[in-house]
Protein backbone atom coordinates (compact mmCIF):
# COMPACT_ATOMS: atom_id res chain seq x y z
CA UNK A 1 0.00 0.00 0.00
CA UNK A 2 1.41 3.47 -0.41
CA UNK A 3 1.83 6.04 2.00
CA UNK A 4 -0.91 8.54 2.32
CA UNK A 5 0.20 11.92 3.76
CA UNK A 6 -1.72 14.58 4.40
CA UNK A 7 -0.41 18.04 4.10
CA UNK A 8 -1.82 21.78 5.15
CA UNK A 9 0.26 24.16 3.16
CA UNK A 10 0.71 27.78 2.69
CA UNK A 11 -1.11 29.13 -0.79
CA UNK A 12 2.14 29.48 -2.04
CA UNK A 13 3.83 26.22 -1.28
CA UNK A 14 0.64 24.34 -2.33
CA UNK A 15 0.99 26.17 -5.91
CA UNK A 16 4.25 24.76 -6.72
CA UNK A 17 4.37 21.27 -7.26
CA UNK A 18 7.83 20.48 -6.29
CA UNK A 19 7.34 21.94 -3.31
CA UNK A 20 4.55 19.88 -2.39
CA UNK A 21 5.90 16.76 -3.64
CA UNK A 22 9.18 17.57 -1.67
CA UNK A 23 6.83 18.06 1.55
CA UNK A 24 5.49 14.52 0.59
CA UNK A 25 8.73 12.83 0.27
CA UNK A 26 9.85 13.88 3.32
CA UNK A 27 6.87 13.54 5.47
CA UNK A 28 6.75 9.54 4.18
CA UNK A 29 10.07 9.07 5.79
CA UNK A 30 10.62 6.81 2.76
CA UNK A 31 14.33 7.22 0.93
CA UNK A 32 13.89 9.58 -2.26
CA UNK A 33 15.73 7.25 -4.74
CA UNK A 34 12.97 4.75 -3.61
CA UNK A 35 10.18 6.37 -4.46
CA UNK A 36 8.68 5.42 -7.70
CA UNK A 37 5.64 8.06 -7.99
CA UNK A 38 4.06 10.57 -5.73
CA UNK A 39 0.14 11.34 -6.64
CA UNK A 40 -2.20 14.14 -5.31
CA UNK A 41 -5.38 12.83 -4.70
CA UNK A 42 -7.51 15.46 -3.38
CA UNK A 43 -7.06 19.47 -2.81
CA UNK A 44 -9.18 21.56 -0.53
CA UNK A 45 -9.04 25.28 0.83
CA UNK A 46 -9.43 25.59 4.92
CA UNK A 47 -10.13 28.81 5.72
CA UNK A 48 -11.59 28.14 9.16
CA UNK A 49 -8.48 29.75 11.00
CA UNK A 50 -7.22 33.37 10.07
CA UNK A 51 -4.26 31.45 8.26
CA UNK A 52 -6.21 30.07 5.11
CA UNK A 53 -4.43 26.39 4.14
CA UNK A 54 -4.55 24.54 1.43
CA UNK A 55 -4.97 20.82 2.70
CA UNK A 56 -3.88 18.21 0.45
CA UNK A 57 -4.32 14.28 0.39
CA UNK A 58 -0.93 12.66 -1.29
CA UNK A 59 -0.14 9.09 -1.84
CA UNK A 60 3.63 7.96 -2.12
CA UNK A 61 4.75 5.04 -3.61
CA UNK A 62 7.76 3.07 -3.25
CA UNK A 63 9.15 0.90 -6.03
CA UNK A 64 7.89 -2.35 -4.67
CA UNK A 65 4.26 -0.82 -4.64
CA UNK A 66 2.09 -2.01 -7.94
CA UNK A 67 1.44 1.99 -9.69
CA UNK A 68 -2.12 2.60 -10.10
CA UNK A 69 -3.44 1.62 -13.09
CA UNK A 70 -4.75 4.34 -15.98
CA UNK A 71 -8.26 4.39 -15.77
CA UNK A 72 -9.72 3.24 -19.27
CA UNK A 73 -12.01 5.56 -21.47
CA UNK A 74 -15.63 4.18 -22.40
CA UNK A 75 -15.23 1.85 -24.73
CA UNK A 76 -18.00 3.06 -27.76
CA UNK A 77 -18.33 0.95 -30.83
CA UNK A 78 -20.40 1.50 -33.70
CA UNK A 79 -24.30 1.12 -33.32
CA UNK A 80 -25.70 2.29 -36.30
CA UNK A 81 -27.84 -0.92 -37.32
CA UNK A 82 -29.00 -1.91 -33.58
CA UNK A 83 -31.98 -1.54 -31.57
CA UNK A 84 -33.08 2.29 -30.89
CA UNK A 85 -33.71 3.68 -27.93
CA UNK A 86 -35.11 7.23 -27.94
CA UNK A 87 -33.88 9.71 -25.40
CA UNK A 88 -36.04 12.64 -24.92
CA UNK A 89 -33.17 15.72 -23.73
CA UNK A 90 -30.35 16.56 -24.56
CA UNK A 91 -28.98 17.18 -21.06
CA UNK A 92 -25.99 15.43 -18.65
CA UNK A 93 -28.84 13.01 -18.04
CA UNK A 94 -29.70 12.51 -21.59
CA UNK A 95 -26.19 12.48 -22.85
CA UNK A 96 -25.15 10.16 -20.39
CA UNK A 97 -27.61 7.91 -20.63
CA UNK A 98 -26.60 7.78 -24.64
CA UNK A 99 -23.17 7.03 -23.96
CA UNK A 100 -24.30 3.97 -21.97
CA UNK A 101 -26.70 2.82 -24.24
CA UNK A 102 -23.83 2.98 -26.87
CA UNK A 103 -21.45 1.00 -24.64
CA UNK A 104 -24.10 -1.37 -24.03
CA UNK A 105 -24.90 -2.01 -27.84
CA UNK A 106 -27.70 -0.05 -28.25
CA UNK A 107 -28.32 2.79 -30.32
CA UNK A 108 -29.98 6.00 -28.93
CA UNK A 109 -31.61 8.67 -30.70
CA UNK A 110 -31.63 11.81 -28.76
CA UNK A 111 -34.34 14.36 -29.54
CA UNK A 112 -33.91 17.99 -28.29
CA UNK A 113 -36.03 20.93 -28.50
CA UNK A 114 -33.37 23.41 -28.29
CA UNK A 115 -30.27 24.26 -30.60
CA UNK A 116 -26.51 23.00 -30.88
CA UNK A 117 -24.42 24.91 -28.93
CA UNK A 118 -23.14 27.38 -31.63
CA UNK A 119 -26.45 28.21 -32.69
CA UNK A 120 -27.77 28.52 -29.09
CA UNK A 121 -25.46 31.16 -27.76
CA UNK A 122 -27.14 33.66 -30.83
CA UNK A 123 -30.70 32.73 -29.13
CA UNK A 124 -29.10 33.61 -25.82
CA UNK A 125 -27.18 37.19 -26.84
CA UNK A 126 -30.09 38.13 -28.58
CA UNK A 127 -32.19 37.03 -24.93
CA UNK A 128 -29.64 39.56 -22.95
CA UNK A 129 -29.86 42.29 -25.62
CA UNK A 130 -33.12 42.26 -26.88
CA UNK A 131 -35.02 40.80 -23.65
CA UNK A 132 -36.96 38.15 -25.81
CA UNK A 133 -37.21 34.36 -24.63
CA UNK A 134 -36.66 31.99 -27.32
CA UNK A 135 -39.07 29.35 -25.53
CA UNK A 136 -37.42 26.52 -27.41
CA UNK A 137 -33.59 27.88 -27.18
CA UNK A 138 -32.29 29.26 -23.88
CA UNK A 139 -30.16 28.83 -20.50
CA UNK A 140 -32.27 25.91 -20.00
CA UNK A 141 -33.03 24.52 -23.39
CA UNK A 142 -30.62 23.17 -26.14
CA UNK A 143 -27.20 21.03 -26.30
CA UNK A 144 -26.40 20.11 -22.90
CA UNK A 145 -29.35 21.43 -21.51
CA UNK A 146 -29.04 23.87 -18.12
CA UNK A 147 -25.36 22.41 -17.44
CA UNK A 148 -23.88 23.72 -20.85
CA UNK A 149 -24.15 27.78 -19.33
CA UNK A 150 -25.10 26.99 -15.73
CA UNK A 151 -21.24 27.17 -14.37
CA UNK A 152 -20.37 23.37 -14.57
CA UNK A 153 -19.98 22.65 -10.94
CA UNK A 154 -19.52 18.90 -10.16
CA UNK A 155 -20.03 18.81 -5.92
CA UNK A 156 -21.78 15.79 -5.66
CA UNK A 157 -19.51 13.69 -3.66
CA UNK A 158 -22.30 10.83 -3.22
CA UNK A 159 -21.39 7.24 -4.67
CA UNK A 160 -24.93 5.98 -3.75
CA UNK A 161 -26.54 6.66 -7.26
CA UNK A 162 -23.35 6.00 -9.36
CA UNK A 163 -20.21 5.95 -9.81
CA UNK A 164 -18.63 9.92 -9.84
CA UNK A 165 -15.01 8.90 -10.45
CA UNK A 166 -16.29 7.45 -13.90
CA UNK A 167 -18.23 10.36 -14.73
CA UNK A 168 -15.64 12.95 -13.73
CA UNK A 169 -13.18 10.89 -16.16
CA UNK A 170 -15.74 11.28 -18.75
CA UNK A 171 -15.68 15.23 -18.46
CA UNK A 172 -11.86 14.93 -18.09
CA UNK A 173 -11.76 12.32 -21.68
CA UNK A 174 -13.65 14.87 -23.43
CA UNK A 175 -11.85 18.07 -22.85
CA UNK A 176 -12.32 19.06 -18.92
CA UNK A 177 -8.90 19.93 -16.42
CA UNK A 178 -7.87 16.67 -14.91
CA UNK A 179 -8.04 19.62 -11.94
CA UNK A 180 -11.67 17.93 -11.26
CA UNK A 181 -10.73 14.82 -10.35
CA UNK A 182 -8.63 16.13 -7.06
CA UNK A 183 -10.47 19.49 -5.98
CA UNK A 184 -12.77 19.16 -3.18
CA UNK A 185 -15.00 21.47 -5.01
CA UNK A 186 -14.94 20.94 -8.70
CA UNK A 187 -15.82 22.95 -11.64
CA UNK A 188 -15.27 23.39 -15.33
CA UNK A 189 -16.58 26.71 -16.25
CA UNK A 190 -19.56 27.99 -18.62
CA UNK A 191 -16.67 29.21 -21.16
CA UNK A 192 -15.67 25.74 -21.55
CA UNK A 193 -18.53 23.18 -20.93
CA UNK A 194 -19.63 24.02 -24.38
CA UNK A 195 -16.56 22.16 -26.06
CA UNK A 196 -16.57 19.33 -23.85
CA UNK A 197 -20.75 18.99 -24.38
CA UNK A 198 -20.22 19.29 -28.65
CA UNK A 199 -17.51 16.73 -28.20
CA UNK A 200 -19.68 14.45 -26.29
CA UNK A 201 -22.43 14.87 -28.51
CA UNK A 202 -19.88 14.12 -31.87
CA UNK A 203 -18.88 10.92 -30.00
CA UNK A 204 -22.44 9.69 -30.02
CA UNK A 205 -22.91 10.55 -33.33
CA UNK A 206 -19.52 8.95 -34.49
CA UNK A 207 -20.86 5.88 -33.17
CA UNK A 208 -24.19 5.84 -34.91
CA UNK A 209 -26.09 7.51 -32.72
CA UNK A 210 -28.47 10.32 -33.61
CA UNK A 211 -29.36 13.64 -32.60
CA UNK A 212 -32.38 15.65 -33.48
CA UNK A 213 -32.19 19.29 -32.80
CA UNK A 214 -35.06 21.73 -32.91
CA UNK A 215 -38.01 18.78 -32.50
CA UNK A 216 -40.18 19.32 -30.11
CA UNK A 217 -41.53 16.05 -27.97
CA UNK A 218 -45.93 16.15 -28.44
CA UNK A 219 -46.70 12.83 -27.43
CA UNK A 220 -46.31 9.27 -27.14
CA UNK A 221 -47.09 6.14 -29.70
CA UNK A 222 -48.78 3.91 -27.34
CA UNK A 223 -50.07 0.44 -28.04
CA UNK A 224 -51.55 -2.05 -25.64
CA UNK A 225 -50.33 0.61 -22.80
CA UNK A 226 -46.50 0.36 -24.13
CA UNK A 227 -44.22 2.41 -25.79
CA UNK A 228 -43.83 2.13 -29.36
CA UNK A 229 -42.31 5.68 -29.97
CA UNK A 230 -42.71 9.12 -29.90
CA UNK A 231 -44.19 12.44 -32.04
CA UNK A 232 -42.29 15.44 -32.58
CA UNK A 233 -42.91 18.65 -34.17
CA UNK A 234 -40.07 20.96 -35.19
CA UNK A 235 -39.53 24.00 -33.52
CA UNK A 236 -40.13 26.22 -36.03
CA UNK A 237 -43.99 24.29 -36.49
CA UNK A 238 -43.30 23.36 -40.31
CA UNK A 239 -43.77 20.11 -39.27
CA UNK A 240 -46.32 18.66 -36.65
CA UNK A 241 -45.96 14.89 -37.22
CA UNK A 242 -42.44 13.78 -36.59
CA UNK A 243 -42.19 9.50 -35.76
CA UNK A 244 -39.61 7.72 -33.89
CA UNK A 245 -40.00 4.72 -33.54
CA UNK A 246 -38.75 2.50 -30.54
CA UNK A 247 -39.72 -0.04 -27.97
CA UNK A 248 -38.31 2.33 -24.92
CA UNK A 249 -37.77 6.08 -24.15
CA UNK A 250 -35.80 7.65 -21.80
CA UNK A 251 -37.59 10.89 -20.74
CA UNK A 252 -34.53 13.54 -19.78
CA UNK A 253 -36.58 16.74 -20.24
CA UNK A 254 -35.22 18.52 -17.24
CA UNK A 255 -37.07 20.74 -14.43
CA UNK A 256 -38.16 22.97 -17.09
CA UNK A 257 -40.19 21.77 -19.30
CA UNK A 258 -43.35 22.54 -18.18
CA UNK A 259 -45.22 21.56 -21.44
CA UNK A 260 -43.81 17.64 -20.37
CA UNK A 261 -45.42 17.66 -17.50
CA UNK A 262 -48.86 19.40 -18.65
CA UNK A 263 -48.93 16.07 -21.12
CA UNK A 264 -48.50 13.43 -18.56
CA UNK A 265 -50.82 15.28 -16.70
CA UNK A 266 -53.66 14.74 -19.59
CA UNK A 267 -52.70 11.68 -20.55
CA UNK A 268 -53.23 10.15 -16.87
CA UNK A 269 -50.23 9.24 -16.52
CA UNK A 270 -48.81 9.93 -12.98
CA UNK A 271 -46.77 12.54 -11.73
CA UNK A 272 -46.52 14.02 -8.06
CA UNK A 273 -46.32 17.84 -7.12
CA UNK A 274 -42.93 17.98 -4.89
CA UNK A 275 -41.73 20.63 -2.55
CA UNK A 276 -39.35 22.74 -4.00
CA UNK A 277 -37.10 25.82 -2.92
CA UNK A 278 -37.75 29.57 -4.09
CA UNK A 279 -35.88 33.27 -3.09
CA UNK A 280 -33.38 35.28 -4.84
CA UNK A 281 -29.96 35.49 -6.25
CA UNK A 282 -27.68 37.76 -4.16
CA UNK A 283 -25.03 39.20 -5.40
CA UNK A 284 -21.77 40.75 -3.53
CA UNK A 285 -18.92 42.69 -4.90
CA UNK A 286 -15.89 39.04 -4.75
CA UNK A 287 -14.04 41.43 -3.05
CA UNK A 288 -16.13 41.60 0.30
CA UNK A 289 -16.61 38.08 0.24
CA UNK A 290 -12.91 37.49 -0.28
CA UNK A 291 -12.44 39.68 2.60
CA UNK A 292 -14.68 37.78 4.68
CA UNK A 293 -13.82 34.20 3.80
CA UNK A 294 -10.14 34.05 3.85
CA UNK A 295 -9.82 37.19 6.99
CA UNK A 296 -7.94 39.69 4.65
CA UNK A 297 -8.25 42.93 2.96
CA UNK A 298 -6.70 41.59 -0.43
CA UNK A 299 -6.95 38.32 -1.74
CA UNK A 300 -4.03 36.12 -2.34
CA UNK A 301 -3.14 35.57 -5.51
CA UNK A 302 -2.43 31.99 -5.27
CA UNK A 303 -6.38 31.76 -3.58
CA UNK A 304 -8.98 31.51 -5.58
CA UNK A 305 -12.06 33.56 -5.51
CA UNK A 306 -13.86 32.42 -2.29
CA UNK A 307 -16.93 30.78 -1.95
CA UNK A 308 -19.20 30.12 0.64
CA UNK A 309 -22.23 27.76 2.07
CA UNK A 310 -24.75 28.72 4.36
CA UNK A 311 -28.01 27.44 5.74
CA UNK A 312 -30.15 27.74 8.65
CA UNK A 313 -33.74 27.37 9.60
CA UNK A 314 -36.14 30.01 10.24
CA UNK A 315 -40.14 30.22 11.13
CA UNK A 316 -39.40 26.15 10.72
CA UNK A 317 -38.37 26.50 7.26
CA UNK A 318 -34.93 25.74 5.46
CA UNK A 319 -33.03 28.61 3.88
CA UNK A 320 -29.99 28.14 2.31
CA UNK A 321 -27.19 29.06 -0.35
CA UNK A 322 -27.13 27.64 -3.54
CA UNK A 323 -24.87 27.16 -6.54
CA UNK A 324 -22.64 29.57 -5.48
CA UNK A 325 -20.68 31.28 -8.19
CA UNK A 326 -17.59 33.53 -7.20
CA UNK A 327 -16.28 35.65 -10.00
CA UNK A 328 -19.54 34.85 -11.53
CA UNK A 329 -22.45 36.60 -13.52
CA UNK A 330 -26.25 36.45 -12.87
CA UNK A 331 -28.45 34.66 -15.85
CA UNK A 332 -31.81 35.83 -17.06
CA UNK A 333 -32.71 32.04 -17.08
CA UNK A 334 -36.59 32.32 -17.67
CA UNK A 335 -38.02 29.74 -20.51
CA UNK A 336 -41.22 31.54 -21.49
CA UNK A 337 -42.46 34.63 -22.00
CA UNK A 338 -43.87 36.97 -18.84
CA UNK A 339 -41.08 35.54 -16.13
CA UNK A 340 -38.29 36.17 -14.65
CA UNK A 341 -35.80 33.70 -13.41
CA UNK A 342 -32.79 34.28 -12.23
CA UNK A 343 -29.65 31.75 -12.26
CA UNK A 344 -25.45 32.02 -11.76
CA UNK A 345 -22.53 31.10 -13.49
CA UNK A 346 -18.70 31.78 -13.77
CA UNK A 347 -16.16 31.37 -16.81
CA UNK A 348 -13.15 28.69 -15.50
CA UNK A 349 -10.99 31.60 -14.02
CA UNK A 350 -14.10 32.87 -12.04
CA UNK A 351 -12.49 36.53 -12.76
CA UNK A 352 -15.68 38.93 -12.79
CA UNK A 353 -16.03 41.25 -10.18
CA UNK A 354 -19.15 40.05 -8.16
CA UNK A 355 -19.99 36.68 -6.18
CA UNK A 356 -23.98 35.64 -6.74
CA UNK A 357 -25.39 32.89 -5.08
CA UNK A 358 -29.36 31.71 -4.99
CA UNK A 359 -30.30 32.17 -1.37
CA UNK A 360 -33.88 29.87 -1.39
CA UNK A 361 -36.15 29.37 1.11
CA UNK A 362 -37.96 25.26 1.05
CA UNK A 363 -41.76 25.36 0.15
CA UNK A 364 -43.82 22.98 0.27
CA UNK A 365 -47.54 22.07 0.66
CA UNK A 366 -49.10 25.15 2.64
CA UNK A 367 -47.51 27.41 0.29
CA UNK A 368 -49.74 25.38 -2.98
CA UNK A 369 -52.95 25.36 -1.76
CA UNK A 370 -54.03 28.08 -3.06
CA UNK A 371 -53.35 26.31 -6.51
CA UNK A 372 -55.21 22.65 -5.09
CA UNK A 373 -57.37 22.93 -8.23
CA UNK A 374 -54.78 22.51 -10.37
CA UNK A 375 -53.98 18.70 -8.87
CA UNK A 376 -50.26 17.33 -9.08
CA UNK A 377 -49.29 20.79 -10.89
CA UNK A 378 -50.44 22.84 -8.12
CA UNK A 379 -46.64 23.38 -6.91
CA UNK A 380 -45.88 24.27 -10.71
CA UNK A 381 -48.54 26.64 -10.67
CA UNK A 382 -47.56 28.14 -7.69
CA UNK A 383 -44.10 28.27 -8.65
CA UNK A 384 -45.09 30.06 -12.04
CA UNK A 385 -47.31 32.68 -10.36
CA UNK A 386 -44.08 33.46 -8.50
CA UNK A 387 -42.15 34.23 -11.90
CA UNK A 388 -45.18 36.34 -13.10
CA UNK A 389 -45.79 38.49 -10.36
CA UNK A 390 -41.96 39.04 -11.01
CA UNK A 391 -41.93 40.23 -14.27
CA UNK A 392 -44.82 42.16 -13.68
CA UNK A 393 -42.79 44.54 -10.95
CA UNK A 394 -39.73 44.26 -13.39
CA UNK A 395 -41.66 46.40 -15.71
CA UNK A 396 -41.64 44.20 -18.86
CA UNK A 397 -39.20 42.21 -20.37
CA UNK A 398 -36.36 40.73 -18.23
CA UNK A 399 -35.57 43.87 -16.23
CA UNK A 400 -35.52 41.94 -12.81
CA UNK A 401 -37.16 43.45 -9.29
CA UNK A 402 -34.06 43.79 -6.91
CA UNK A 403 -33.77 45.49 -3.35
CA UNK A 404 -30.45 46.17 -1.74
CA UNK A 405 -29.91 43.26 1.31
CA UNK A 406 -29.98 45.57 4.15
CA UNK A 407 -33.46 47.28 3.05
CA UNK A 408 -34.80 44.28 2.26
CA UNK A 409 -34.65 43.29 5.84
CA UNK A 410 -35.33 46.48 7.20
CA UNK A 411 -38.30 46.22 4.73
CA UNK A 412 -37.25 49.47 2.76
CA UNK A 413 -37.52 49.81 -0.89
CA UNK A 414 -34.16 50.58 -2.47
CA UNK A 415 -33.83 54.31 -3.55
CA UNK A 416 -31.11 53.06 -5.83
CA UNK A 417 -29.41 49.33 -6.56
CA UNK A 418 -25.75 48.98 -6.91
CA UNK A 419 -23.85 47.68 -9.68
CA UNK A 420 -24.83 44.03 -10.73
CA UNK A 421 -24.32 41.44 -13.53
CA UNK A 422 -27.49 40.82 -14.40
CA UNK A 423 -27.01 42.16 -18.31
CA UNK A 424 -31.00 42.95 -19.35
CA UNK A 425 -30.93 45.28 -15.99
CA UNK A 426 -32.50 45.59 -12.29
CA UNK A 427 -35.59 47.54 -11.18
CA UNK A 428 -35.83 48.81 -7.64
CA UNK A 429 -38.73 46.73 -6.07
CA UNK A 430 -40.13 45.54 -2.82
CA UNK A 431 -39.51 41.86 -2.65
CA UNK A 432 -42.47 41.56 -0.34
CA UNK A 433 -44.87 42.16 -3.23
CA UNK A 434 -43.33 39.47 -5.44
CA UNK A 435 -42.07 36.89 -2.77
CA UNK A 436 -45.19 34.86 -0.84
CA UNK A 437 -44.78 36.16 2.51
CA UNK A 438 -43.75 32.87 4.40
CA UNK A 439 -41.01 32.82 1.70
CA UNK A 440 -40.18 36.29 2.61
CA UNK A 441 -39.75 36.42 6.66
CA UNK A 442 -37.92 33.62 6.68
CA UNK A 443 -35.33 34.90 4.04
CA UNK A 444 -34.97 38.06 6.41
CA UNK A 445 -34.50 35.59 9.22
CA UNK A 446 -32.19 33.28 7.40
CA UNK A 447 -30.03 36.78 6.28
CA UNK A 448 -30.27 37.96 9.77
CA UNK A 449 -28.68 34.60 11.31
CA UNK A 450 -25.60 34.46 8.56
CA UNK A 451 -24.82 38.11 9.64
CA UNK A 452 -23.54 36.08 12.74
CA UNK A 453 -22.19 33.39 10.48
CA UNK A 454 -20.27 35.47 7.80
CA UNK A 455 -19.51 39.42 9.87
CA UNK A 456 -19.52 41.60 6.97
CA UNK A 457 -21.86 39.46 4.77
CA UNK A 458 -25.10 41.59 5.36
CA UNK A 459 -24.54 45.11 4.01
CA UNK A 460 -26.08 47.17 1.65
CA UNK A 461 -23.47 46.61 -0.96
CA UNK A 462 -24.77 43.35 -1.66
CA UNK A 463 -27.80 43.67 -3.96
CA UNK A 464 -31.45 40.08 -3.75
CA UNK A 465 -32.26 39.45 -7.12
CA UNK A 466 -35.59 37.57 -7.93
CA UNK A 467 -36.44 35.21 -8.65
CA UNK A 468 -34.38 32.29 -7.75
CA UNK A 469 -37.40 29.49 -8.77
CA UNK A 470 -35.91 26.64 -10.79
CA UNK A 471 -33.85 24.76 -7.75
CA UNK A 472 -35.64 21.93 -8.95
CA UNK A 473 -38.47 20.25 -10.61
CA UNK A 474 -41.66 21.25 -8.74
CA UNK A 475 -42.77 17.78 -9.99
CA UNK A 476 -41.74 14.36 -9.75
CA UNK A 477 -42.42 11.69 -12.25
CA UNK A 478 -42.29 8.36 -10.47
CA UNK A 479 -40.95 5.15 -11.56
CA UNK A 480 -40.80 1.55 -10.21
CA UNK A 481 -37.70 1.22 -7.22
CA UNK A 482 -36.45 -1.60 -9.77
CA UNK A 483 -37.44 -1.60 -13.19
CA UNK A 484 -36.82 2.26 -13.20
CA UNK A 485 -39.79 2.37 -15.40
CA UNK A 486 -43.14 4.38 -15.26
CA UNK A 487 -45.70 2.45 -13.20
CA UNK A 488 -48.16 3.37 -15.84
CA UNK A 489 -46.32 2.54 -19.19
CA UNK A 490 -44.41 -0.17 -20.08
CA UNK A 491 -41.20 1.05 -21.93
CA UNK A 492 -40.95 4.38 -20.44
CA UNK A 493 -38.29 5.45 -18.37
CA UNK A 494 -38.02 8.99 -15.96
CA UNK A 495 -34.53 10.18 -15.54
CA UNK A 496 -32.84 13.26 -14.31
CA UNK A 497 -33.84 16.31 -12.77
CA UNK A 498 -37.34 16.78 -14.81
CA UNK A 499 -38.46 13.56 -12.92
CA UNK A 500 -37.54 14.49 -9.54
CA UNK A 501 -34.32 12.11 -9.27
CA UNK A 502 -31.32 14.42 -9.63
CA UNK A 503 -29.91 17.43 -8.38
CA UNK A 504 -27.00 18.65 -10.77
CA UNK A 505 -24.69 17.70 -13.40
CA UNK A 506 -23.01 15.10 -11.56
CA UNK A 507 -25.71 13.47 -9.98
CA UNK A 508 -27.90 13.95 -13.60
CA UNK A 509 -25.20 11.55 -15.44
CA UNK A 510 -25.18 9.07 -12.75
CA UNK A 511 -28.97 8.38 -12.77
CA UNK A 512 -28.76 8.65 -16.82
CA UNK A 513 -26.54 5.90 -17.08
CA UNK A 514 -28.50 3.95 -14.40
CA UNK A 515 -31.02 4.58 -16.47
CA UNK A 516 -29.93 3.19 -19.49
CA UNK A 517 -28.52 0.15 -17.44
CA UNK A 518 -32.73 -0.73 -16.47
CA UNK A 519 -33.57 0.19 -20.15
CA UNK A 520 -31.43 -2.39 -21.36
CA UNK A 521 -31.97 -4.64 -18.94
CA UNK A 522 -35.33 -4.80 -19.69
CA UNK A 523 -35.08 -4.81 -23.23
CA UNK A 524 -32.94 -7.84 -23.18
CA UNK A 525 -35.44 -9.53 -21.21
CA UNK A 526 -38.36 -8.68 -23.12
CA UNK A 527 -36.79 -9.87 -25.81
CA UNK A 528 -36.10 -13.17 -24.28
CA UNK A 529 -39.55 -14.04 -23.01
Known sequence: ??????????????????????????????????????????????????????????????????????????????????????????????????????????????????????????????????????????????????????????????????????????????????????????????????????????AITDCGGEIHFNQRFTGFIIRSNSIAGVICQS?????????????????????????????????????????????????????????????????????????????????????????????????AAATSPGEIVVNGWSPSKRNNPFANSGMVVSVGESDFKPFHQSGELRALRFQQSVEQKAFEAGGGKLQAPAQRLVDFINHQTSSSLPPCSYIPGIISSSLDDILPKSVADSLREGLKQFSKKMRGYVTNEAVLVATESRTSSPVKIPREKISLMHPDCTGFFPCGEGAGEAGGIVSAAMDGERVADACVSWLQSNSRS
Open 235 to 331: ADGSNSNINHLSKAVILATGHSARDIFEYLNNQKLSIIAKPFALGVRVEHPQEIIDSVQYHCTSRNNFLPPASYSLAAQADGRGVYSFCMCPGGIIA
Open 1 to 202: MPKRIELALLPEEAAGETVWKQKAVRASGLPEHEISKVALLKRSIDARAKKVLIRLQIDVYSKNEVLPGIEEGRKLSNVSNSEPVIVIGCGPAGLFAALRLIELGFKPVLIERGKNVRDRRRDLAILNKEQTVNADSNYCFGEGGAGTYSDGKLYTRSDKRGNIKRILGTFIEFGASPDIAIDAHPHIGTNKLPGIISAISK
